[in-house]
């Protein structure tokens, strides 16, 4: 041991994680803001294309510094990531320069002739997004017609021969109830279910308090995930559902700036996908390299310090679940060393939430959009609590788009 | 094992890490973790070495730590991160 070493010298994997790894282990790239649709939970505000996007050129260089990190895969989204002209172009070269891709779309543009290009490739994977196992469900959420567009598209990768693509869940007080509906029509297409966790991140935080699951739900959701342990994909997004009872499978911490990163299509760096806000802003890959801002960021270097668990740090589940979402509570207005919003304690009642912080960009669509989400009962928004809990910059976006 | 030939399986990368490394299968998607700088070395340098327990000695492996090493590789081979070198 040398006297520079300040922390305890880390002896589990986990604790390897809480100090950060060479490279990224969950890297996600959202290649555009520009979207087709106008999802009421896009975690990213996406809709209209960033003018300052990465040209196919600064891409590449970048997928060159992926291999050179021995980043081994990248999870591809936006926005809709094949809206770019480039998109397949990008993609093989990912591909031919050892970096796996795995992509996320909504269906649209995943025609026959490309679900059989996708299926003769080699290191690429599909995910594709449904929020409800009915068009009832899912259409108010995703947008008119995106139902059947994303069973099509999994339709066409099913006829292709692709194996164990993703059908990818965000639960929600709608869907909670259909868990095995879409673990149904995962299996009846050769898919891998994979549910996440809706969060107030983006346009996620206008709906949050409609759509986020009853604490009732919670549990549900909870031991369904234990009945199907790892036969369902998680992406490592339930671990504040750990305090129920036995950890689920992952690693059971928050990875952002640690093992989890984002890559956004200006080419900024942000701490984790659900995180894009200028408080969780590591730098920027054209100013100095996605290396530099990994390693040395002063963000990332400061979310690599042993973190204090303020008032969790007394609770039975705090090994479990440690506090659960970073982004869950900055969105919230809730303290980030304090429970989650969505604790299973029912602790977070016990804290006072502030005013939600404002966001620091928004790329929704202006005007209207063809796919626009049926509205019903979300587009009912909660009243105001105070006059800034709902952000005074942006009060003309927040209305659902098409309505 | 100890005494057949074994390499790392072509489809896997090792990448350093401060706790040893991270092995990726590019054909399972599979995502493994090497926990000791050690064990990383036998398993960089089983292709170079008739037998797994030439390896140990090329590597310097004590014998008190070769059963730990050898259940290691078992797991590893059950993961086919690494094969038979007959079978590779
Ligand atoms: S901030 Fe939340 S979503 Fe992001 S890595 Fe941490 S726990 Fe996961
Ligand atoms: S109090 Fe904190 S550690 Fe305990 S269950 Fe709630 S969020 Fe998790």
Same mark, same amino acid.
């Given at each position: 041991?040398?006297?520079?070493?300040?922390?305890?010298?880390?002896?589990?994997?986990?604790?390897?994680?809480?100090?950060?790894?060479?490279?990224?282990?969950?890297?996600?790239?959202?290649?555009?803001?520009?979207?087709?649709?106008?999802?009421?939970?896009?975690?990213?505000?996406?809709?209209?294309?960033?003018?300052?996007?990465?040209?196919?050129?600064?891409?590449?260089?970048?997928?060159?510094?992926?291999?050179?990190?021995?980043?081994?895969?990248?999870?591809?989204?936006?926005?809709?990531?094949?809206?770019?002209?480039?998109?397949?172009?990008?993609?093989?070269?990912?591909?031919?320069?050892?970096?796996?891709?795995?992509?996320?779309?909504?269906?649209?543009?995943?025609?026959?002739?490309?679900?059989?290009? &996708?299926?003769?490739?080699?290191?690429?994977?599909?995910?594709?997004?449904?929020?409800?196992?009915?068009?009832?469900?899912?259409?108010?959420?995703?947008?008119?017609?995106?139902?059947?567009?994303? &069973?099509?598209?999994?339709?066409?990768?099913?006829?292709?021969?692709?194996?164990?693509?993703?059908?990818?869940?965000?639960?929600?007080?709608?869907?909670?109830?259909?868990?095995?509906?879409?673990?149904?029509?995962?299996?009846?297409?050769?898919?891998?279910?994979?549910? $996440?966790?809706?969060?107030?991140?983006?346009?996620?935080?206008?709906?949050?308090?409609?759509?986020?699951? &009853?604490?009732?739900?919670?549990?549900?959701?909870?031991?369904?995930?234990?009945?199907?342990?790892?036969?369902?994909?998680?992406?490592?997004?339930?671990?504040?559902?750990?305090?129920?009872?036995?950890?689920?499978?992952?690693?059971?911490?928050?990875?952002?700036?640690?093992?989890?990163?984002?890559?956004?299509?200006?080419?900024?760096?942000?701490?984790?996908?659900?995180?894009?806000?200028?408080?969780?802003?590591?730098?920027?890959?054209?100013?100095?390299?996605?290396?530099?801002?990994?390693?040395?960021?002063?963000?990332?270097?400061? &979310?690599?310090?042993?973190?204090?668990?303020?008032?969790?740090?007394?609770?039975?589940?705090?090994?479990?679940?440690?506090?659960?979402?970073?982004?869950?509570?900055?969105? $919230?207005?809730?303290?980030?060393?304090?429970?989650?919003?969505?604790?299973?304690?029912?602790?977070?009642?016990?804290?006072?939430?502030?005013?939600?912080?404002?966001?620091?960009?928004?790329?929704?669509?202006?005007?209207?959009?063809?796919?626009?989400?049926?509205?019903?009962?979300?587009?009912?928004?909660?009243?105001?609590?105070?006059?800034?809990?709902?952000?005074?910059?942006?009060?003309?976006?927040?209305?659902?788009?098409?309505? | 094992m100890l005494d057949e030939a074994w390499v790392l399986n072509g489809s896997v990368a090792l990448?350093?890490?401060?706790f040893g490394a991270l092995a990726y299968d590019?054909?399972t998607?599979r995502?493994s973790f090497l926990k000791d700088p050690a064990l990383v070395e036998v398993v960089r340098a089983l292709g170079e070495h008739a037998t797994v327990t030439e390896t140990f000695d090329a590597v310097g492996i004590a014998p008190a730590d070769r059963p730990r090493f050898g259940a290691a590789l078992e797991r590893l081979a059950g993961q086919q991160m690494i094969v038979r070198r007959d079978a590779a």
């Amino acid at each position: 041991m040398t006297a520079v070493a300040s922390r305890p010298a880390a002896t589990r994997l986990v604790d390897h994680f809480e100090y950060g790894l060479d490279a990224p282990i969950c890297l996600t790239w959202e290649l555009t803001y520009a979207c087709n649709l106008a999802c009421v939970h896009c975690l990213s505000s996406s809709g209209r294309r960033d003018p300052r996007e990465l040209t196919t050129d600064e891409c590449k260089a970048l997928i060159d510094e992926f291999e050179r990190m021995q980043i081994f895969y990248v999870n591809i989204g936006g926005g809709e990531p094949t809206v770019r002209p480039d998109f397949w172009e990008l993609l093989d070269y990912a591909v031919a320069h050892h970096v796996g891709v795995k992509f996320s779309t909504n269906g649209f543009r995943i025609t026959s002739e490309r679900a059989r290009q &996708l299926a003769a490739t080699d290191y690429v994977d599909v995910q594709v997004s449904l929020d409800g196992a009915t068009a009832e469900v899912n259409d108010p959420i995703r947008g008119a017609g995106t139902y059947d567009a994303a &069973l099509r598209a999994m339709d066409n990768l099913r006829d292709a021969g692709m194996k164990d693509f993703k059908l990818s869940v965000v639960c929600t007080r709608d869907n909670i109830p259909q868990l095995d509906e879409f673990k149904k029509i995962a299996d009846d297409h050769g898919a891998q279910l994979r549910l $996440t966790r809706l969060r107030p991140a983006g346009r996620g935080a206008d709906v949050w308090e409609d759509l986020h699951p &009853l604490p009732h739900q919670q549990r549900e959701l909870y031991d369904w995930l234990v009945a199907h342990g790892e036969g369902v994909l998680t992406g490592d997004s339930f671990f504040h559902l750990a305090a129920f009872g036995d950890a689920l499978p992952g690693l059971n911490l928050c990875g952002a700036g640690r093992v989890v990163c984002l890559v956004d299509p200006v080419g900024d760096v942000y701490a984790c996908p659900f995180a894009i806000h200028d408080n969780f802003l590591a730098g920027n890959i054209r100013d100095e390299g996605f290396k530099q801002v990994w390693q040395e960021s002063a963000l990332f270097r400061s &979310l690599r310090e042993p973190q204090t668990g303020g008032a969790c740090t007394s609770c039975s589940a705090y090994d479990s679940c440690r506090g659960g979402c970073m982004a869950a509570k900055f969105f $919230t207005g809730m303290p980030l060393d304090g429970p989650d919003p969505e604790c299973v304690k029912g602790n977070a009642e016990f804290v006072s939430a502030g005013d939600r912080p404002a966001p620091s960009q928004d790329h929704s669509h202006r005007g209207t959009v063809r796919n626009a989400p049926v509205p019903v009962s979300i587009g009912r928004r909660r009243p105001p609590t105070t006059m800034c809990d709902e952000s005074p910059v942006n009060a003309a976006d927040l209305t659902p788009t098409g309505s | 094992m100890l005494d057949e030939a074994w390499v790392l399986n072509g489809s896997v990368a090792l990448r350093p890490e401060p706790f040893g490394a991270l092995a990726y299968d590019f054909t399972t998607r599979r995502l493994s973790f090497l926990k000791d700088p050690a064990l990383v070395e036998v398993v960089r340098a089983l292709g170079e070495h008739a037998t797994v327990t030439e390896t140990f000695d090329a590597v310097g492996i004590a014998p008190a730590d070769r059963p730990r090493f050898g259940a290691a590789l078992e797991r590893l081979a059950g993961q086919q991160m690494i094969v038979r070198r007959d079978a590779a």
